[in-house]
């Protein structure tokens, strides 16, 4: 079975600007979570999809947003990217919540210049 | 407060040792998971253990094991005869809220070790 995978790896984009993340989960998994990763804050809980709704949101501001396909395939947005959004943002696939184990991506390295 | 507390922020141990990693948790729910994840340099976490709350058996899988103790709320992860291949970062998880519904999956700051040859 193909694992998670995120595209693109790598990004550099300025202030201002807009992202959009994209995140393939292992096939059959219906669960999709998100995560921001920093040296400072650690693994941080951004949201988790699971059949194309939002069940649960981190403590983020507006400015990030996702969704979720009918393919189970997700996507996170952020708008008007600041300097602190740089990060790694981690997508982790699960079977069906989050009782269950999570398969991880290898990760978005996104630099806000 | 902390939900998930390692306490450990880098180890390093000599190749062979036995190094205990440890997690303290905190949560008022009767059912919920904990988990052992580690983080290997190139950055992609990677799934070792689940262990519900009403299995406190001690489980082993090779050089590593984990102790589950409910009275300490701890679920401490070794690894013995450690390889250099085992430096990673270790991230301890709880997911809590599954009785109401209100999912909540908090990861500790993670334990960097670092195996010495």
């Known amino acids: 079975k193909a694992g998670v995978t995120q595209t693109p790896r790598y990004l550099i984009k300025t202030r201002g600007q807009q992202v959009t993340l994209s995140c393939s989960p292992i096939s059959g998994h219906r669960s999709v979570s998100w995560y921001q990763q920093t040296p400072g804050q650690g693994l941080q809980f951004l949201f988790e999809y ?39 943002y981690l997508c982790a696939s699960s079977l069906r919540d989050r009782a269950y184990e999570q398969y991880f991506g290898p990760g978005t390295r996104l630099t806000v210049t | ?43 992609e976490l990677v799934f070792l253990i689940r262990r519900n709350s009403f299995d406190e058996q001690n489980e082993i899988s090779g050089r590593y ?47 960097r070790l670092k195996v010495l040859a």
């Open chain 2, 65 to 111: 094991s984990w102790n589950f103790q409910k009275s300490t709320s701890s679920f401490n992860f070794t690894i013995t005869a450690s390889q250099v291949v085992d430096s990673a970062v270790y991230f301890c998880a709880l997911s809590e809220g599954l009785d109401s519904g209100t999912y909540k999956y908090i990861f500790g700051t993670g334990t």
């Open chain 1, 50 to 88: 699971f059949s194309e709704t939002q069940r649960n949101k981190g403590n983020f501001p507006g400015r990030f947003s996702g969704r979720q396909f009918s393919n189970s395939r997700s996507e996170m947005n952020v708008s008007t990217l600041e300097l602190g959004d740089s990060a790694l």
């Open chain 2, 1 to 43: 407060a902390q939900k998930v507390t390692q306490a450990q922020t880098e180890i390093s141990v000599v190749e062979k040792e036995d190094v205990t990693l440890d997690c303290v948790y905190e949560t008022r729910d009767t059912t919920y998971y904990l988990f052992w994840y580690k983080q290997p340099p190139s950055g």
